[in-house]
């Protein structure tokens, strides 16, 4: 199972598996707080990427469009099959900084890999 979280609400165990999939590291928070297992920086969007989008809702489905693009790379795809992997035998949590969480890179993420755990 692969979830989200933000990285400003608390960590649980039953998260399993968190992984923050943000290029840059939340304010104010200590990595202790965070109680990551893995920062995977590779699968974030480029920061060019996340400077157009800006969280605009309107763009949602370009940024998903290009950030899948972004992703179509040997590491990335080593990054996110571990994932799928991790996400069969537990639940894996995509951990994120924005405010704006169901149009997030996290979100988008999920949405791509959801079909997978499935297969």
């Known amino acids: ?27 104010g928070v200590s990595k202790e707080r965070a109680a990551l297992d893995a920062w995977e920086k590779e699968i974030a969007p480029s920061t060019e990427l996340r400077k157009w989008y800006d969280h605009e809702p309107e763009k949602w489905p370009e940024f998903q469009r290009r950030y899948r693009a972004e992703l179509d790379n040997e590491a990335a795809r080593a990054i996110l099959d571990d994932l799928v992997k991790r ?32 297969g």
């Open 1 to 27: 199972m692969i979830t989200m979280k933000r990285v400003y609400d608390a960590a649980v165990e039953s998260d399993g598996y968190r992984v923050l999939v943000d290029r840059v590291w939340p304010r």
């Open 87 to 118: 996400g069969r035998r537990g639940r894996v949590t995509l951990v994120y900084a924005s405010k704006a969480g169901e149009i997030c890179n996290a979100r988008a993420l999920e949405l791509m890999l959801a079909p997978q755990l499935r």
